[in-house]
């Protein structure tokens, strides 16, 4: 069963950094795309950032500039890097893992807030 754990987010003021952090069992990591999603309180969930298998990266144009998305093979684990944190980032924060054969998976959220 394919687990995915988010821990990191927090209470920051505007300008601050966070780091997030994903990791994951019970796929075979390395050949899976990651993503972060966040979603606002009466919000559609929207894409941050996507990372493919081979390190292709991808950012919804907000971020761009200021987020950064990497990847561990060995650790089984995605990182969001947030920096120039801004009020309107404030959000839960998912995890995304779509799997070589066409699954989604989802962690269970994390909550970021930007107090300006």
């Known amino acids: 069963q394919v687990q995915l754990v988010e821990s990191g987010g927090g209470l920051v003021q505007a300008g601050g950094s966070l780091r997030l952090s994903c990791a994951t069992s019970?796929?075979?990591?390395?050949?899976?795309?990651m993503g972060w999603y966040r979603q606002a309180p009466g919000k559609q969930r929207e894409l941050v950032a996507s990372?493919?298998?081979?390190?292709?990266?991808n950012y919804a144009d907000s971020v761009k500039g200021r987020f950064t998305i990497s990847r561990d093979n060995a650790q089984n684990t995605v990182y969001l890097q947030m920096n120039t944190l801004k009020p309107e980032d404030t959000a839960v924060y998912y995890c995304?893992?779509?799997?070589?054969?066409?699954?989604?998976?989802w962690g269970q959220g994390t909550q970021v807030t930007v107090s300006s």
């Open positions: 990372i493919t298998k081979v390190g292709s990266t």
């Open positions: 019970g796929s075979i990591f390395r050949l899976d795309a």
């Open positions: 995304n893992q779509h799997s070589s054969s066409g699954y989604d998976y």
